[in-house]
T-cell receptor, first 110, second 113 residues
Framework: GQQVMQIPQYQHVQEGEDFTTYCNSSTTLSNIQWYKQRPGGHPVFLIQLVKSGEVKKQKRLTFQFGEAKKNSSLHITATQTTDVGTYFC??????????FGPGTRLSVLP | DAGITQSPRHKVTETGTPVTLRCHQTENHRYMYWYRQDPGHGLRLIHYSYGVKDTDKGEVSDGYSVSRSKTEDFLLTLESATSSQTSVYFCATGVLGGTDTQYFGPGTRLTVL
């Protein structure tokens, strides 16, 4: 079945450093979504990418969708303690459901 | 966030007992999902619904059943709970299914002793 992988699994950074997480799918995706889950919280939608090579920015966050639509990345510039959490990518699966990656847990040291 | 509530928020039960988790939404979203979240596995889909009385299995459906008799309610039942079903369970909703945003509820932490 379809698999979505993410690397790294964990990332520890000093506040102010940059952070990148990568998402790779075993199949071509019609779209990819990114979610953030704060510790003890629930996943919250961040963004959806649809077009090949698409790049979207939200303040310090930059999202990219690969040309082959099988990979994506999330880059955070100058991390802050508020960026702490787990970042998930997700793509359409069989039928009308989703397949989530295992997530990248980001910790930011002040 | 969409108006999604889950009940109970925490539950401790014993192996072999039946357990029902409830998800309630006020957004009139067509799609509803049940996920479990375990360390190292991310979110895994258990079952989902694409309308009243329309449900389908997800990746990890064994040992779980669901029902949706009203648009706003989606129930997840563990017929005979096992320790391997100890997890955090999230309900989610969506308007358009696999091409649309999902909105998650606050989660239910279930412990099976």
């Amino acid at each position: 079945g379809q698999q979505v992988m993410q690397i790294p699994q964990y990332q520890h950074v000093q506040e102010g450093e940059d952070f990148t997480t990568y998402c790779n799918s075993s199949t071509t995706l019609s779209n990819i979504q990114w979610y953030k889950q704060r510790p003890g919280g629930h996943p919250v939608f961040l963004i959806q990418l649809v077009k090949s090579g698409e790049v979207k920015k939200q303040k310090r966050l930059t999202f990219q969708f690969g040309e082959a639509k099988k990979n994506s990345s999330l880059h955070i510039t100058a991390t802050q303690t508020t960026d702490v959490g787990t970042y998930f990518c997700a793509g359409p699966g069989y039928g009308q459901n989703f397949v989530f990656g295992p997530g990248t847990r980001l910790s930011v040291l002040p | 966030d969409a108006g999604i509530t889950q009940s109970p928020r925490h539950k401790v039960t014993e192996t072999g007992t039946p357990v029902t988790l409830r998800c309630h939404q006020t957004e009139n979203h067509r799609y509803m999902y049940w996920y479990r979240q375990d360390p190292g596995h991310g979110l895994r889909l258990i079952h989902y619904s694409y309308g009243v009385k329309d449900t389908d299995k997800g990746e990890v459906s064994d040992g779980y059943s669901v029902s949706r008799s009203k648009t706003e309610d989606f129930l997840l039942t563990l017929e005979s709970a096992t320790s391997s079903q100890t997890s955090v369970y999230f309900c989610a909703t969506g308007v358009l299914g696999g091409t649309d945003t999902q909105y998650f509820g606050p989660g239910t932490r279930l412990t099976v002793l």
